[in-house]
């Protein structure tokens, strides 16, 4: 069973709507975006904030799509707002959008001004909420260990979750990969990667 299947089972189409997809590092939150891009037939707008969407891969798993992709590398939190926000002003233009983490740069600012970043993380949501209602968008985000809950969470927290529809934590332990979805009902499964990207028994 692939993504897309996996989702259906639950009810979940990545036809539109605003996903976040959070997890620590190589647990598979870009193959997911790149996974969600393939089912699209029209341009993706891809938002790289960590350098790490590797066209390589996306080859592997997308196939001849490559031509129907752009990508912006902001380079701090206002480049990042600059870039949504004229994303709003475009969307026609685009069939996916995804932010490749909308973390990263909130991460860097938030110790200098934590109001400040935390009403920005939440103007950025909002457009990105305002594009989903008629297209698929797909944010990766890293995560941070909430030491008073013992457990991993979203970068920003509520500050992004609560706009998202659909919420997914993925996991490795012991070599045992998990697929968690967390919005909006909770439920597990173990996956694998592979060059195609994601396998669900």
């Known amino acids: 069973m692939n993504l897309n299947e996996s989702l259906m089972e639950k009810g979940i189409g990545l036809d539109k709507g605003l996903f976040l997809v959070y997890g620590k590092a190589g647990t598979g939150k870009t193959t997911f975006m790149m996974e969600a891009i393939k089912q699209i037939s029209g341009k993706a707008f891809i938002l790289d904030s960590e350098g790490g969407f590797s066209i390589d891969r996306f080859k592997q798993i997308a196939g001849d799509q490559l031509d129907s992709l752009m990508i912006a590398k902001p380079g ?5 707002a600059k870039i949504i926000s004229n994303i709003l002003d475009n969307e026609k233009f685009f069939e996916f959008i995804g932010v490749d983490t909308i973390g990263k740069h909130y991460r ?11 009403n920005e993380m939440a ?4 457009v990105l909420k305002e594009i989903s209602r ?3 968008v ?5 995560v941070y260990q909430n030491i008073r809950e013992n457990k991993v ?6 500050f992004v979750t609560k706009w998202c529809d ?3 934590e993925l996991d490795e332990v012991n070599e045992v990969r998990k697929f968690k979805i967390v919005k909006p009902e909770v439920s597990e499964k173990e996956f694998s990667l592979c060059d195609s990207g994601f396998i669900f028994s």
């Open 153 to 158: 969470e979203p970068l920003a927290g509520n």
């Open 108 to 118: 860097e600012e938030v110790r200098k001004d934590r109001t400040g970043s935390n």
């Open 76 to 80: 701090n939190l206002k480049e990042q």
């Open 138 to 142: 797909v944010i990766c985000n890293q």
């Open 123 to 126: 103007r950025q949501m909002r």
């Open 166 to 168: 659909v919420v997914i």
């Open 134 to 136: 008629s297209k698929p």
